[in-house]
């Protein structure tokens, strides 16, 4: 840990409720903060009939309901607009996102814009202060990945120029976070490998972080060991309620962890890959991690070591750098187990990601996250990083 502060401040959503059935509660809560609300979501979690239940919830307690479906890809500024527009028309006064991050992370965005106004991307680095409380927000989400019910940030891309916009200021922490691991259950294969290691990844850079601090790590660790040990379990076994269960938490952890101690080069290097070619965040975040963990271990042993130890099954008496390199080793080894291959394999196409190499090394540089990596790099280090990600072998 390199932060030698001794003074931290901690943020969280004012209420957190977890657990099986949880969901069922969301009426009982809303109706503490408003009398019509604006449901966020997306077609797929309206064709499980999450919608539909979660306007029954609400129904149960008195509260009238309208929704916003049109979050069909990773959150963009335009859908902020469309759900504001929505929101002010019906006269809404309470938010709720129901989906995975990219429909907590439009709720986030509209609820602060809803009370401040202006533009999403005017708030990007500060450059506008949020200085009215936000429109509530009960976020809910259906994945175990993201943990952005638990964070104050929200990731919006800028359609105009395709660069994801991170957001950070306390207004855009959801009022409060509802997290039931049963909504998990309907996740396909693919999206619980790529969810699971954004968790994992949220764990392992707030962990490396230079800004980490003692409350920080503690949920950290928490969240790295829940999530080592059930995320292939999930994988296999998509009804395993005790491993959803787990994952759920482990995902809610490591989103309160790097909320307080932020993200590092992972994130910095994914979110370009993401804007300008569409790879979904957790899937660049995985095609990333093991290149960055090889390229930050000789600055971070002691952590990657405790790490390891949640892979070192046998017990077995290893020296750090031996566990470090078990970490690395073992995320490999996960990452293809889930079939998450490298960019090319990913589909893009080789002369198109070698001419943006330039743009997201600066992108990411500008995103403030890279800066928080135990091992800094320099621009050309970073561009050699995004060749080494195009062919990597898991």
């Known amino acids: 840990m390199i932060q030698t502060k001794t003074i931290f401040t901690v943020h969280s959503p004012a209420t957190i409720v977890y657990g099986r059935d ?13 009398n019509k609300a604006l449901i966020i979501s997306d077609p797929i979690m309206d064709s499980l009939g999450f919608v539909n239940q979660c306007r029954t919830y609400l129904k149960a307690q008195g509260l009238e309901a309208v929704s916003y479906l049109g979050v069909t890809t990773e959150p963009v500024d335009t859908y902020v607009a469309e759900g504001q527009d929505v929101l002010q028309a019906e006269g809404c006064d309470v938010i709720i996102s129901v989906g995975g991050g990219s429909c907590i992370d439009t709720g986030k965005a509209i609820a602060v814009v809803a009370t401040n106004g202006g533009y999403i991307g005017d708030y990007i680095k500060m450059q506008k202060i949020a200085e009215q409380a936000p429109i509530p927000h009960i976020a809910i989400p259906t994945t175990a990945g993201t943990g952005s019910e638990a964070t104050d940030a929200t990731v919006i891309t800028n359609t105009q120029n395709d660069v994801k916009m991170m957001i950070k200021q306390p207004a855009f922490m959801p009022t409060i976070a509802i997290v039931d691991p049963v909504l998990t259950v309907t996740s396909p294969p693919a999206i619980t490998a790529a969810t699971g290691i954004d968790a994992l990844s ?76 569409h790879v979904p ?19 971070c042993i002691n952590q990657l070591a405790d790490l390891g130890e949640f892979f070192n099954k046998d017990g077995k008496l290893l020296t750090k750098e031996e566990l470090a390199d078990l970490a690395i080793i073992s995320i490999k080894e996960m990452c293809k187990k889930m079939s998450i291959g490298n960019l090319k394999q990913w589909g893009i196409e080789e002369d198109a990601f070698y001419a943006a190499i330039p743009k997201m090394s600066v992108d990411a540089i500008a995103s403030g996250s890279p800066s928080n990596n135990p091992k800094i790099p320099t621009e050309d280090e970073l561009r050699e990083l995004y060749n080494i990600a195009y062919h990597y072998e898991f």
């Open 22 to 34: 949880a969901f069922e509660e969301v009426g009982v809560y809303a109706k503490k903060l408003g």
């Open 202 to 277: 949220h764990a392992i850079e707030s962990y490396l972080s230079r800004l980490a601090h003692p409350y920080s790590n503690v949920l950290a660790l928490s969240a790295m060991e829940l999530i080592v040990n059930n995320l292939f379990r999930v994988y296999e076994h998509g009804d395993d309620i005790d491993a959803r269960e787990a994952m759920s938490l482990g995902s809610l952890q490591a989103g309160l962890s790097f909320s307080n101690a932020s993200v590092a080069l992972v994130h910095g290097m994914s979110r370009p890959i993401g804007a300008i070619f």
């Open 281 to 299: 965040h957790g899937i660049s975040n995985a095609m990333l991690l093991p290149v960055v963990l090889e390229f930050s271990k000789d600055a």
